[in-house]
T-cell receptor, first 115, second 114 residues
Framework: KAGVTQTPRYLIKTRGQQVTLSCSPI?????VSWYQQTPGQGLQFLFE???????NKGNFPGRFSGRQFSNSRSEMNVSTLELGDSALYLC??????????????FGEGSRLTVL | AQSVTQPDIHITVSEGASLELRCNYS??????LFWYVQSPGQGLQLLLK??????LVQGIKGFEAEFKRSQSSFNLRKPSVHWSDAAEYFC????????????FGTGTRLTIIP
């Protein structure tokens, strides 16, 4: 079956703009998590959605937001982009959550560059 | 504060040699423990996980890890590495109750020399 699909794979934005990233989880998976990966901060948890509700949230400013649709597809949005938002944004899906099944399936990520 | 530590930023080993990557955690109660691998330009793939039970866990690609409660460690091992094992390895934990946030260590980059 198809894996986790993230679009776009690469994008370049300028400071002050906003960006929307999309994630299609594995069919049947209801939990979608988002992570930011940077050389300096490593992998940091942004938020997790389950059945269209945000279930867990990391320590990111309100400029970072997300949502999940009824088909479990998820989007994350970053408004008023800053240079420090340049990162690889990874989406991961699981059936109902990492504690239940013990596995997250990751997409290849969306690499965002902010100029 | 809860944390995951991977003390080795970069490790270089010869092909065919044994490998051990270190991971230590600091949590109030034993969390669930994972090792993930990330190849260049790729997402992360689960190598193995520990929830409870046998403290020696077998994973994919010939990897294993040993949970040691007394040392708060979950070290990853492989008896003989292959050139294809060159990648970045991340230890990760999630509390066994409460917030289901997966926390990653900073990663260890593994280089294999012929």
């Amino acid at each position: 079956k198809a894996g986790v699909t993230q679009t776009p794979r690469y994008l370049i934005k300028t400071r002050g703009q906003q960006v929307t990233l999309s994630c299609s989880p594995i069919s049947g998976h209801r939990s979608v998590s988002w992570y930011q990966q940077t050389p300096g901060q490593g992998l940091q948890f942004l938020f997790e959605y389950f059945s269209e509700t945000q279930r867990n949230k990391g320590n990111f400013p309100g400029r970072f937001s997300g949502r999940q649709f009824s088909n479990s597809r998820s989007e994350m949005n970053v408004s008023t982009l800053e240079l420090g938002d340049s990162a690889l944004y990874l989406c991961a899906s699981s059936l109902v959550g990492v504690r239940n099944t013990g596995e997250l399936f990751f997409g290849e990520g969306s690499r965002l560059t902010v100029l | 504060a809860q944390s995951v530590t991977q003390p080795d930023i970069h490790i270089t080993v010869s092909e065919g040699a044994s490998l051990e990557l270190r991971c230590n955690y600091s949590y109030g109660a034993t969390p669930y423990l994972f090792w993930y691998v990330q190849s260049p330009g790729q997402g992360l793939q689960l190598l193995l996980k520990y929830f409870s039970g046998d403290t020696l866990v077998q994973g994919i690609k010939g990897f294993e890890a040993e949970f040691k409660r007394s040392q708060s460690s979950f070290n990853l091992r492989k008896p003989s590495v292959h050139w294809s094992d060159a990648a970045e390895y991340f230890c990760a934990v999630v509390p066994n109750f409460g917030n289901e946030k997966l926390t990653f260590g900073t990663g260890t980059r593994l280089t294999i020399i012929p």
